[in-house]
């Protein structure tokens, strides 16, 4: 017989907690909080949602949305779309706020943006209408522009280091259209994965919770 009502209130508790609390505690893993008019992967996000690498996000007029990861914290603006791709994230066009000490950075187009160092670094990314804006409000940042060809013959400015309270503008010469790639981050990304895969821990915790028929410790051998 298993053991009182309360064991069945924690064990249906952890199935639904710990998708999330395993999510956050790996790097390459993070949480969605949005409070309405955001989509992953295509699909009206939850309030609380978990993100795997190759997660797309995209929020809508008035709507703004968080990615919590292990170190790192990403604000994203409305009408932002953009590919969470672990200590990496790919804009398509929109504003992030990147607060990171996990050395995150973005790539937008053919711009990638990356703090120096793994101090804490927070830094504001925007790609609109052609352009790429970097502003800095806490550490330093490298903007490196890499293409087929020589940036200089092309006009375009080269890498730079930017400090606290600085900007710099560089063109998109290269977009960030992306696609989704199938793939094992797409599949934990659905909701019945993430759902199965926090029951099967649940069960396994609770199978040794629940199992009181036979003491631990038996006092007859």
Known sequence: MCLPDWSHFVCRLLILILPASLAAQDPTRGLLHSDGGTWLNEAPA????????????QTQAGHTARIEV???????LPE????????T??????TVQVDTAREMDVIVG?????????????????????????SVSKNDVKVH????IPQKSKGVPGDAV?????HASRPDLCGTRFEKEPG????????????????????IICFGVCHGDDPVSPSKP
């Open 70 to 76: 292990e170190g790192s914290s990403v604000l994203i």
């Open 46 to 57: 939850p309030n609380v949602a978990a993100i795997f690498p190759d997660s797309l996000v």
């Open 110 to 134: 053919c711009v990638t943006i990356s703090p120096v160092n793994s101090e804490r670094t927070a830094y504001d990314v925007t790609d609109a209408h052609g352009t790429v804006t970097i």
């Open 184 to 203: 094992i981050g797409g599949m934990l990304d659905t909701l019945p994965a993430q759902i199965l895969g926090g029951a099967m821990v649940a069960a």
């Open 162 to 166: 930017l400090h606290p309270g600085e």
């Open 89 to 94: 994230l790919a804009v398509d066009h929109g």
């Open 145 to 148: 522009t890499h293409n087929a």
């Open 80 to 87: 932002t779309m953009m590919q969470f791709q672990g200590l």
